[in-house]
């Protein structure tokens, strides 16, 4: 197992629009588990592969669990190729990203999703999902076409985060 590095804003490679998988092989699995472990030490909820510099259609997602905010990898999504097929409804929730470290802001999603999808063997699923999982599979299927929820915040909430920004960046050199 690697832990990988993960790409922070304004990194140009976020921007980049990821490409579909073709091979579902032990590098992928391998891929895979790393991803896993990169987000477990990061305490995320999601990652995309781009956040950690590989443009494939790739991210997996792991929801802690309700009762005791548990994360269980048997929780674990692996979504490889997603597309969706059906959006519903509209919900605001308070998101951050691991490529935004320190920075939540509410945004508007859909609050039912419908997903077509690849697991890692190549096996086309189909995945119906509702609140915190509807979320974050937009915002990682966001990631997959170069977009990050920051691009979905209003004018002025934007200029808010970039203020905010330049001050870390100061205060880190």
Known sequence: MAI???LKY???ILRTP????EKFDKDLHQFLDDMYETMSQKNGVGLAAIQVGIPKKIFIINIPDEENEVIDKKNLFEIINPVFLKKEGSIKWN???L???EFYEEVDRFEKITLAYQDRYGERKILKG???LAIAIQHEVDHLNGTLFIDKLPIL???K???ELKKIQKDIK
């Open 10 to 12: 304004p990194n140009k």
């Open 95 to 97: 998101e951050g990203c």
């Open 161 to 163: 985060f970039e203020k």
């Open 130 to 132: 509702e609140g915190l």
């Open 99 to 101: 490529s935004i470290p």
């Open 18 to 21: 990821s490409q579909e998988v």
């Open 157 to 159: 909430k934007r200029k």
């Open 4 to 6: 990988l590095d993960i």
